[in-house]
């Protein structure tokens, strides 16, 4: 209840206001915090933003199934720390029923460009058209991949109002894997992911660095197949991973 009340401070944006800044080609910056932090972000930004809203809701349930080959092509990518890579994935948007398979490519600029297409769900690519879809903006075929990593959050979405950049926060974030079957729990964090064209002033930027919230590189499915995956390298993660503990305030991730 005490969210909702911050929440009601802000302005609303409709999904029809928010396709004129899609970001589709954009430049993305993340931050990890403890979620206790969520109420003062929120109070002090309330002034230069907006909040999506859709049919009152200003709190959104998201699922995503990630989708890789057997070898975990994708995974190592990122631990390997190659600065041009691929994630593909299908995400839903669980009050509307929504569903896209989306291919994100980043370059070696740091920019990410994001395609996407409607499907029903995980098990109907075949059918909606997925192969097709690949074949011309992935760097993997349908028969290549399989999905390895379920996640499910829920996500407060703000516009400022240049309506220049989208900032969202991830709460309540969980993965179970689709091979092991462990499931793990970011308790106590928020994933915070500022999206924008090019290198304009974000207000946002300012509350953060007021409140000490540091950038931080973390990938919802690098942590999540590290929490999952017992065996799997993570050389790379250690860090981050430690990072994350320390804002739990337990030292080491709940799993």
Same mark, same amino acid.
């Given at each position: ?15 029809? $206001?928010?396709? !004129?800044? %899609? ?11 403890? =979620? ?35 070898? @975990? ?12 890579? $691929?994630?593909? %994935? ?19 600029? !740091? ?6 297409? %409607? ?41 400022? @109002?240049?309506?220049? $950049? ?47 919230? @540091? ?22 993660? @250690? =860090? ?8 739990? !305030? ?6």
């Amino acid at each position: 209840m005490e969210l909702q009340t911050t929440l009601s401070h802000f302005l609303p944006v409709s999904l029809e $206001e928010m396709n !004129g800044i %899609r970001l589709m080609n954009r430049t993305d910056t993340k931050f990890v915090t403890s =979620q206790d932090k969520l109420a003062s972000i929120l109070q002090l930004a309330s002034s230069e933003y907006r909040v999506q809203e859709v049919d009152g809701e200003r709190v959104i349930a998201y699922r995503t199934v990630y989708l890789d080959t057997p070898q @975990k092509d994708m995974y190592l990518a990122h631990q390997n720390g190659r600065r041009v890579r $691929e994630k593909i %994935r299908v995400r839903t948007y669980v009050a509307s029923g929504l569903t896209f398979l989306e291919v994100k490519n980043k370059d070696n600029k !740091g920019r990410t460009d994001k395609k996407r297409i %409607r499907v029903e769900n995980v098990r109907s690519l075949q059918i909606d058209g997925a192969e097709e879809f690949l074949k011309k903006y992935a760097w993997y075929s349908l028969p290549e991949l399989k999905p390895l990593l379920e996640n499910n959050f829920r996500r407060i979405t703000l516009v400022n @109002k240049a309506m220049t $950049e989208r900032l969202t926060i991830d709460t309540d974030v969980c993965f179970r894997n689709l091979q092991t079957a462990e499931e793990a729990v970011l308790n106590g964090l928020i994933i915070i992911e500022l999206k924008r064209d090019g290198r304009t002033f974000s207000p946002i930027r300012e509350v953060l660095r007021n409140l000490h919230i @540091k950038p931080v590189g973390i990938s919802k499915y690098c942590v999540g197949m590290v929490l999952t995956s017992h065996t799997i390298k993570y050389n790379r993660f @250690k =860090q981050k991973m430690r990072t994350v503990g320390r804002i739990q !305030g337990n030292g080491a991730l709940s799993m």
